[in-house]
C-alpha cells in the first residue's frame, strides 16, 4: 500500500498513544499497525478508534479497529447480520409460517446456509424435546458460516496486499489452476492474485 497513506495512519493513531498512557503500544509499533491499517481510510480509522475510546481502557489491537469499522459499516448501510440466537428465530418462525411447502425468505444469506446445512425439513418437523439441543446445533451452525465469511473477505484482502510474489510462494500454483468463474462470489477477489 501506499507509504503516504501509511505516515498518515501514523499521524492519526499518535495522540491516542498519549490518550491512553497505560496501554504498552509505542510509536514504534505504530509502523505494524499503518501497514495492518493500509485498507481502511483515515476517516474509518480515526472513526473507529473515538467509538473505542469510550469502551477500551488500552489502546486497541488491529482486530478491534477493524472489528469497529465493520460494525460501523453495517450500522450505516443498515446490513448488520443477526445474531446466532436471531437467526434461530427467524428459522423457526419460517418453518412455522410457511412450513416445508411455502416460499422462505431470509434476512440474509447466512441465515439461508445455516437453514439448508441444518435442514429446511428437520426444522419444520422438530419435537419439543428436541428443540434445545436443535438450536444449539442451528446456532453453532450459522455462527460457523458468519466465521466462514469473514474469513473469505479478510483471506482476500491479505492477499491483495501482498507483492505477486509473496502470493505466489505462499499458494503456489494453485492461483493459476483456479478457474475464477466457477469460485464462490466471495473468491473472486482472486483476480487480483492471478493478474486478471
Not at 441465515?111 to 442451528?138: I, S
Not at 453453532?140 to 491483495?160: E, F, M, P, W
Request: glycine letters at 4%.
Amino acid at each position: 500500500m501506499d507509504k503516504l497513506h501509511q505516515i498518515e495512519i501514523i499521524k492519526t493513531l499518535t495522540p491516542y498513544l498519549a490518550a491512553l498512557p497505560q496501554s504498552k503500544i509505542n510509536e514504534g509499533s505504530l509502523i505494524v499497525y499503518a501497514r495492518a491499517l493500509s485498507t481502511l481510510s483515515i476517516a474509518q480509522i480515526d472513526t473507529a478508534m473515538l467509538k473505542l475510546m469510550r469502551t477500551s481502557k488500552y489502546f486497541p489491537t488491529v482486530a478491534e479497529i477493524f472489528e469497529q469499522v465493520e460494525n460501523l459499516q453495517q450500522f450505516v448501510s443498515n446490513t448488520e447480520k443477526p445474531t446466532a440466537d436471531a437467526a434461530w428465530q427467524e428459522a423457526m418462525k419460517l418453518a412455522h409460517d410457511k412450513f416445508v411447502y411455502g416460499k422462505w425468505e431470509f434476512s440474509c444469506k447466512e441465515v439461508e446456509l445455516a437453514v439448508k446445512r441444518f435442514g429446511k425439513n428437520e426444522l419444520c418437523v422438530l419435537e419439543p424435546d428436541g428443540m434445545n439441543t436443535a438450536r444449539a446445533q442451528f446456532m453453532r451452525i450459522y455462527d460457523s458460516i458468519v466465521k466462514q465469511q469473514k474469513d473469505k473477505t479478510v483471506n482476500g484482502t491479505i492477499l491483495k496486499l501482498l507483492p505477486e510474489q509473496a502470493v505466489k510462494s505462499i499458494i503456489g500454483d494453485l492461483a493459476d489452476n483456479m478457474d475464477i468463474d466457477k469460485l464462490p462470489e466471495g473468491d473472486k477477489n482472486m483476480r487480483l492474485v492471478k493478474g486478471a
